[in-house]
């Protein structure tokens, strides 16, 4: 006789590790077949994964691949949440720099009065 494993249905393991705000929005994510276990792909809430799955789907820009440490008894707080799983994502460039946006793209219409002399201005210096 064979002792099963203990396993967690997907979407609450999700949201006890804290990848997702609510426990449907895990939901939805495995439902709409964006979830693979083991390279399997998972699309039932209730599918039971335990300690040794790894768990592939996206996350904002990037795909995480995460591998199931603990199963978790309630969803606590990050550090607690962080010790049920290990991360084999690669890491992430690091090239999305914040450029704020320039002005004078963000501007629509005609010139005002300031703005007009101010290009008069210039333009009377490239003359000289």
């Known amino acids: 006789m064979t002792a099963?494993?203990?396993t967690i249905r997907i979407d609450k393991w999700l949201w006890f590790a804290r990848f997702f705000k609510?426990?449907?929005l895990s939901a939805k994510?495995?439902?709409?077949?964006?979830?693979?276990?083991n390279s399997?792909?998972?699309?039932?809430?209730?599918f039971g994964v335990g300690v040794g799955d790894v768990l592939t789907f996206p996350q904002g820009d990037h795909v995480r691949v995460i591998e199931v440490v603990a199963l978790?008894?309630?969803r606590g707080p990050a550090p607690e949440a962080q010790a049920l799983y290990l991360d084999l994502s690669p890491p992430q460039p690091k090239?999305?720099?914040y450029h704020p946006p320039n002005p004078e793209?963000?501007?629509s219409g005609?010139?005002?009065?300031?703005?007009?002399?101010?290009?008069?201005?210039?333009?009377?210096?490239?003359?000289i």
């Open 40 to 46: 399997e792909r998972v699309i039932k809430g209730s």
């Open 110 to 127: 005609r010139p005002n009065r300031s703005e007009r002399a101010a290009m008069e201005r210039f333009k009377d210096k490239d003359a």
């Open 72 to 74: 978790g008894e309630r």
């Open 95 to 97: 090239d999305k720099i």
């Open 29 to 37: 994510l495995v439902a709409g077949g964006h979830m693979r276990v």
């Open 22 to 24: 609510s426990r449907s």
């Open 105 to 107: 793209a963000m501007r």
């Open 4 to 6: 099963s494993r203990p």
